[in-house]
């Protein structure tokens, strides 16, 4: 019995056992456009990434370590957590330190790195996307095929082919661009389980507040 046991154990957290931190393949960044998250979330939320004085485009999600197939999280680690001041600095580009706090937690901790330079690798990531001019002029609320936002992000970044992003959507809004990267923040395809790809042909986005 007890060899039973642990057999059903090892079988049934193969993916616990893998995540160590700093072993990891890839990176996918995620965009999210801040007014749709708001109109779905974050205004039920009361999130300060919502008032309408912050003009909030596409932000940063979050950078995500991946592997070729699954990703880890949560991994442990002896590192301090980042300190309030340090999750504050990154609501500028993530929208509130909330979300940087969550970030570090889930994923984060599976770079390898602190806080400090898990931080500046994900401002340095958001810093090398030219994210499309066009959704900030918008105006009015529209609504587009998900492949508009992929054609608009490769059109304005050399080397990104459209194998290297994906977008997503959720209760019929326009949710997130996801972008794959090298661990040197090169582009690159992504892994087939990462790829997310919205097959919406109308789906709502909100121009920026």
Same mark, same amino acid.
């Given at each position: 019995m &007890?060899?039973?046991m642990t057999a059903l154990f090892l079988l049934a957290s193969p993916a616990s056992a893998q995540d160590q931190a700093g072993t990891f393949d890839y990176y996918v960044m995620s965009?999210?456009?801040? /007014?749709?998250?708001? /109109?779905?979330?974050?205004d039920a939320r009361q999130s300060p990434q919502c008032d309408d004085t912050?003009?909030?485009?596409? +932000?940063? !999600?979050? &950078?995500?370590?991946?592997?070729?197939?699954?990703y880890p999280a949560n991994c442990r680690t002896t590192l301090r957590p980042p300190s309030r001041s340090q999750t504050s600095e990154m609501a @500028? +580009?993530? =929208?509130?330190?909330?979300? /940087?706090?969550?970030?570090w937690n889930? !994923? =984060?901790?599976?770079? =390898?790195? @602190?806080?400090?330079d898990y931080y500046a690798l994900s401002r340095e990531a958001y810093s090398r996307i030219n994210r499309p001019e066009v959704?900030?002029?918008?105006?009015?609320?529209?609504? &587009?095929?998900?492949?508009? +936002?992929?054609?608009?992000?490769?059109? @304005?970044?050399?080397d990104l082919t459209p194998d290297g992003v994906t977008v997503t959507c959720k209760a019929g809004y326009i949710q997130e661009a996801? +972008?794959?990267l090298t661990r040197d923040l090169e582009f690159r395809a992504c892994g087939r389980d990462a790829v997310r790809d919205c097959t919406l042909t109308n789906a709502q986005f909100d121009p920026m507040r």
């Open positions: &007890l060899r039973l965009l999210s456009w801040s /007014a749709n998250w708001c /109109a779905l979330e974050g912050t003009e909030n485009g596409w +932000i940063l !999600h979050g &950078l995500w370590p991946q592997y070729e197939q699954g @500028d +580009i993530m =929208g509130s330190s909330g979300l /940087a706090w969550y970030q889930k !994923h =984060g901790v599976c770079s =390898g790195m @602190d806080p400090v959704f900030r002029k918008l105006s009015k609320t529209v609504t &587009l095929p998900t492949s508009l +936002i992929e054609q608009a992000f490769v059109k @304005d970044n050399a996801r +972008i794959c």
